[in-house]
């Protein structure tokens, strides 16, 4: 497997065909996206770090998952040495920008550091996760925010918010592009799900070696075509909605609303993707959506589980006339958000 040192390579060695992907997770995460990733299938993470798949470049990965080195060489940790080596533009090839987790802002506070990633070799203090984003991403081909946090600021954000907690859109500019033009790529989920992440890390990889066209991406950033539809419109349960047969509890096979899915709401295609290999997808097996992809996760949804319906789901669940219709207005205004 390409992974850190094991594919070190000389300068010599550098073509247009190579391609290293530098996985920042030292921002505030759970690290979950990185272990949903370990469950893709379509594409799974071997095929592409083994080059398995027809046209891909060489992909040398160096994230915490994969990479077991550590300790010193050269004076800077292993496997920092490909993190310090891409910000001096000494990199033998171009380089794909993960970042997994939010990013806490660093200048709200007096002293010490949110979230930090290896020290600085000069000075030995710890380097702020944040510098490393404004560092590397203006030299990226392209910048990748992984998981909702990294997107949109996720949990950590949630009201009160005592780090400053923020998505990589929010500290570089939803505006950013990188050298190559390339906006930052949103893939949101709580985790995300996982062949989501790996197909659109597939997708960029063909971009950058010109098999591709440009990402289509939506106004949030959101790759389009997995991002295009709610999870209501791909849902088991939607015919029980439409039939108007409400679940009471958890056990019930029939339409969550009224229990809380938020399904209706939110922009995410795991009812129709499953979860792991096909099989699996919130509501599809009994648990109500909460909307953990959408902008304002969590709180623009919450409370969870408190088998109540989201706002509006009593009108608009009922088959007769005007009302359903303004509420599907005003759901549309929530999607959108
Ligand atoms: S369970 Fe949720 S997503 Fe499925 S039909 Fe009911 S409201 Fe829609
Ligand atoms: S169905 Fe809802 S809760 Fe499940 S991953 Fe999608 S947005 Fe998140």
């Not at 095929?47 to 060489?73: N, Q, S, T």
């Not at 229990?259 to 499953?274: D, E, F, M």
């Amino acid at each position: 497997m390409a992974a850190g040192t094991a594919s070190v390579r000389d300068a010599s060695d550098a073509g247009d065909h190579k391609i290293h992907v530098l996985w920042i997770n030292a921002g505030l995460s759970c690290d979950g996206d990185s272990v949903a990733l370990t469950s893709a299938t379509q594409p799974s993470i071997e095929d592409i770090a083994r080059g398995v798949l027809p046209g891909l470049p060489e992909v040398v990965f160096h994230w915490p998952l994969l990479d077991y080195e550590c300790g010193p060489a050269g004076g800077r940790d292993d496997f920092l040495r490909w993190f310090f080596a891409a910000g001096d533009d000494e990199l033998d090839a171009p380089f794909m920008l993960v970042v997994e987790g939010s990013i806490p802002n660093e200048k709200i506070k007096s002293e010490g550091y949110w979230a930090a990633f290896g020290n600085d070799p000069d000075t030995g203090d710890p380097i702020p996760t944040s510098d490393w984003v404004e560092r590397l991403a203006p030299k990226a081909l392209s910048v990748v925010a992984a998981g909702t946090c990294a997107a949109y600021g996720g949990i950590h954000a949630m009201r009160g918010n005592p780090t400053g907690a923020m998505g990589v859109a929010d500290l570089l500019g939803w505006d950013f592009r990188t050298p190559a033009g390339m906006p930052i790529v949103n893939v949101p989920g709580c985790p995300t799900q996982p062949d989501n992440l790996s197909e659109t890390i597939l997708y960029l990889l063909y971009q950058a070696t010109g098999q591709a066209p440009m990402i289509p991406l939506d106004e949030r950033l959101r790759p389009r075509w997995l991002f295009g539809t709610t999870v209501h419109e791909a849902c088991h349960r939607a015919a029980y909605y439409d039939q108007e047969e409400f679940a009471e509890d958890y056990n019930s096979q029939k339409c969550l609303v009224k229990i809380g899915c938020w399904g209706t709401a939110a922009k995410c295609n795991v009812p129709k993707r499953g979860w792991i290999n096909g099989v699996g997808g919130c509501p599809n097996v009994g648990g109500i959506c909460i909307a953990c992809t959408m902008p304002g996760f969590p709180d623009r949804f919450m409370p969870f589980m408190d088998e109540d319906e989201p706002p509006g789901a009593h009108v608009s669940s009922r088959p007769d006339g005007a009302y359903r219709a303004m509420i599907r207005r005003l759901r549309a205004v929530t999607v959108d958000r």
